[in-house]
């Protein structure tokens, strides 16, 4: 855990001054929070919990459970204050331990899921501050079609296949969409994917996932937006994917990437 925490934090410091330049040169969107934090606590304590353990059906708590995460939540992640983007990792890591790990009603789970994974979807590709998109990416990573859990009825999480089609989405954007993808997103793409494929993605993208990895990995210029030492840097993560995709068995694809 301790790993991984230090090594998002390494990641999202090499994005952010790789776009230093373009976030003081323009100005990124926000959302306005419509309801306090109180009042967001509020609700989390009194709606959102007791929805997610059962105690409520979904339907008697939505109208809440929405004002929660499309009011308070998720505006509180696009704010571009300097207090705010450094609440990020905390914002992100209560969207998943006081709601979506926190909880045993599958219906809530799912819906609140299926909300984040289309907010988040809408701010990693919209005119927010890079540390404000690449955080979406790195929660639609997160997001699980079976959440883990401990203790006796222990089990390890499912990834959301959704969400490893939209991480690939970002890996294999060329920019005809419209606004060129950053590699900011990429490199959270690559996290998430990594996330995915320790625990075991839908078979149906393993073969997008490999050649989108050895993509990266055999590109040649670098993007206009990083330097070389961290276009090497990408590659490497691209590498680290593909081995974790074929831990329990060589590749010749693969293989031929990862020596090259």
Same mark, same amino acid.
């Given at each position: 855990?301790?790993?991984?925490?230090?090594?998002?934090?390494?990641?999202?410091?090499?994005?952010?001054?790789?776009?230093? %330049?373009?976030?003081?040169?323009?100005?990124?969107?926000?959302? %306005?929070?419509?309801?306090?934090?109180?009042a967001?606590?509020i609700?989390?304590?009194?709606k959102?919990?007791?929805?997610?353990?059962k105690?409520?059906?979904?339907?008697?708590?939505?109208?809440?459970?929405?004002?929660?995460?499309?009011?308070?939540?998720?505006?509180?992640?696009?704010?571009?204050?300097?207090?705010?983007?450094?609440?990020?990792?905390?914002?992100?890591?209560?969207?998943?331990?006081?709601?979506?790990?926190?909880?045993?009603?599958?219906?809530?789970?799912?819906?609140?899921?299926?909300?984040?994974?289309?907010?988040?979807?809408?701010?990693?590709?919209?005119?927010?501050?890079?540390?404000?998109?690449?955080?979406?990416?790195?929660?639609?990573?997160?997001?699980d079609?079976?959440?883990?859990?401990?203790?006796?009825?222990?089990?390890k999480?499912?990834?959301? %296949?959704?969400?490893?089609?939209?991480?690939?989405?970002?890996?294999?954007?060329?920019?005809?969409?419209g606004?060129?993808?950053?590699?900011?997103?990429?490199?959270?793409?690559?996290?998430?994917?990594?996330?995915?494929?320790r625990f075991?993605?839908?078979?149906?993208?393993?073969?997008?996932?490999t050649?989108?990895?050895?993509?990266?990995?055999?590109?040649?210029?670098?993007?206009?937006?990083?330097?070389?030492d961290?276009?090497?840097?990408?590659?490497?993560?691209?590498?680290?994917?593909?081995?974790?995709q074929?831990a329990?068995?060589?590749?010749a694809?693969?293989?031929?990437?990862l020596?090259?």
């Open positions: 855990t301790t790993r991984t925490c230090t090594g998002l934090a390494c990641m999202l410091t090499v994005c952010l001054l790789a776009t230093i %330049p373009q976030a003081f040169a323009q100005q990124y969107k926000s959302i %306005p929070a419509k309801i306090t934090e109180k967001a606590n609700l989390l304590r009194q959102v919990g007791p929805a997610l353990r105690a409520v059906p979904l339907a008697a708590n939505q109208a809440e459970i929405d004002d929660y995460f499309k009011k308070y939540l998720f505006p509180t992640m696009t704010s571009t204050s300097p207090q705010a983007l450094g609440k990020l990792e905390e914002l992100r890591d209560d969207l998943f331990n006081q709601t979506l790990r926190n909880g045993t009603a599958k219906d809530t789970q799912d819906y609140i899921t299926n909300m984040t994974l289309g907010v988040m979807g809408a701010i990693a590709k919209g005119n927010y501050h890079p540390a404000v998109r690449y955080n979406a990416v790195l929660i639609i990573g997160q997001l079609q079976e959440y883990s859990r401990r203790g006796s009825n222990a089990k999480p499912v990834p959301l %296949p959704a969400g490893t089609a939209a991480l690939l989405g970002y890996l294999e954007s060329d920019g005809n969409e606004a060129k993808i950053p590699t900011s997103l990429k490199l959270g793409a690559l996290v998430g994917l990594t996330r995915h494929a075991g993605f839908d078979p149906q993208y393993a073969d997008r996932v050649q989108a990895a050895i993509a990266l990995i055999n590109q040649k210029e670098k993007p206009e937006d990083i330097t070389t961290v276009h090497q840097w990408l590659k490497c993560q691209a590498g680290k994917l593909l081995a974790k074929y329990a068995g060589p590749n694809l693969a293989h031929e990437a020596t090259g």
